[in-house]
C-alpha cells in the first residue's frame, strides 16, 4: 500500500502539496556573531543548503556553527548517531530549515508528508511543510525556535536520554517506556505549568483527531517548547496515521492510545504503566465513556 500511496503523491504532488513560505530567520538560532557571519558567507557562496547542524539520536546538535540558542550542542566524540533516519538544521537564502532524510521508508516518508499537510490545515502547531524531494525522499519543515522538552527535563535531573542510561537488560521496551515517562514527569513542573501545558496539548491531541490523525508517538522528545511562549509544538509524524472516515475501528482503537498517552505525560495520577496505558487514570477517564460507542466501529463524531 505504502508505494502505491507514494506513486500517487508523487505523481499529483503540485495538486497535493501546499508548501509554505514559512522560514526561519538564521537570526532565530542565536549563533555568536562570527559564526553567524561565516554561516552567512557559506549561504551567498552558493552551497545551498549549507548544513547547519546534525541531529543525533537523544536530539542533541553536532553544530559546525557553535552554539545554537535553546538547543543542547555536543562535540564530534558525544555524538551518538541516529538509530533510523538522518536529520539535519540546514540553511539557504531563504532561512533556516529542518530536513529529514528517509532513505528507502516510503511509508514513514509519505505518513510524515500527508499528517504534516493535514495537521497544518487543521491549525495544529506543527511545523509548516517547505519542500519535499521524492527521489531523495526528504522532508523540509520549518524549524521552531524552542527547547526540546525531553532536553529541559533531563538538565533539571530526569535521566531520559539514552546516553544517560544505564544497561538496563531486565527491561523490554514497555517497561524502559514506562520508567522514562515516571522520571521526565517528576521534573515537569521545574520546566512548565503542568495545567496549562496538559490543556494545550490536550487541544493538539483534540485536533488532531477531529482531523482524521492518531499521533501514535507522543512523548517527551516529540515536543518543542516555544521559545516565546512555552507552549507545545508537535514534531515527527512518521508513525502517525492519517483515516478518512472517523468511525474505522483501528482509528478508534488508535486515538484512545493517544488519549492514554497523553494522560501518561502529563497528568500526575495517571500510572504509566505499558502503552496500552491499563492503568492509566486523569484525562482518559473523560473519554472512556466514548469508547463503549466505538466497540463494534461506529462514531458519534
Not at 502529563?266 to 484525562?283: F, M, V, Y
Request: net charge positive; aromatic share 8%; hydrophobic share 40%.
Amino acid at each position: 500500500m505504502a508505494p502505491l500511496r507514494f506513486q500517487y503523491w508523487r505523481s499529483r504532488q503540485t495538486a497535493l502539496l501546499r508548501f509554505e513560505d514559512a522560514w526561519t530567520s538564521i537570526e532565530s538560532l542565536g549563533l555568536q556573531r562570527a559564526e553567524s557571519r561565516r554561516l552567512g558567507v557559506d549561504v551567498q557562496a552558493g552551497r545551498d543548503p549549507v548544513t547547519v547542524a546534525d541531529v543525533d539520536q537523544d536530539g542533541f546538535l553536532l553544530s559546525h556553527y557553535g552554539a545554537i540558542a535553546r538547543r543542547t550542542c555536543v562535540s564530534a566524540d558525544g555524538y551518538r548517531p541516529r538509530n533510523r533516519y538522518r536529520v539535519s538544521i540546514i540553511a539557504t537564502r531563504r532561512g533556516v530549515a529542518v530536513e529529514k532524510h528517509f532513505q528507502d521508508d516510503i511509508r514513514g516518508f509519505v505518513r510524515e508528508l500527508r499528517c504534516l499537510i493535514v495537521l497544518r490545515e487543521a491549525r495544529c502547531r506543527v511545523p509548516a511543510v517547505l519542500g519535499a524531494d521524492f527521489d531523495a525522499r526528504t522532508i523540509r519543515t520549518a524549524y521552531i525556535p524552542g527547547r526540546v522538552l525531553r532536553d529541559a527535563l533531563a538538565e533539571c535531573g530526569a535521566r531520559l536520554l539514552d546516553r544517560d542510561l544505564p544497561p538496563l537488560a531486565h527491561m523490554d521496551s514497555r517497561a524502559l517506556r514506562s520508567w522514562r515517562i515516571s522520571e521526565g514527569r517528576r521534573m515537569l513542573q521545574k520546566v512548565l505549568a503542568p495545567a496549562t501545558f496538559r490543556a494545550e496539548l490536550w487541544r493538539q491531541v483534540s485536533r488532531a483527531h477531529a482531523a482524521g490523525i492518531a499521533l501514535s508517538d507522543l512523548k517527551f522528545g516529540n515536543i518543542i517548547l516555544d521559545a516565546e511562549d512555552n507552549q507545545p509544538w508537535l514534531i515527527d509524524f512518521e508513525l502517525s496515521r492519517c483515516f478518512v472516515r472517523s468511525w474505522n475501528p483501528l482509528f478508534v482503537h488508535l486515538k484512545h492510545k493517544d488519549l492514554r498517552m497523553l494522560s501518561e505525560l502529563c497528568d500526575s495520577r495517571a500510572d504509566p504503566r505499558g502503552c496500552d496505558g491499563s492503568s492509566a487514570s486523569g484525562l482518559v477517564n473523560q473519554v472512556d465513556h466514548r469508547v463503549g460507542a466505538f466497540k463494534l466501529g461506529l462514531s458519534r463524531d
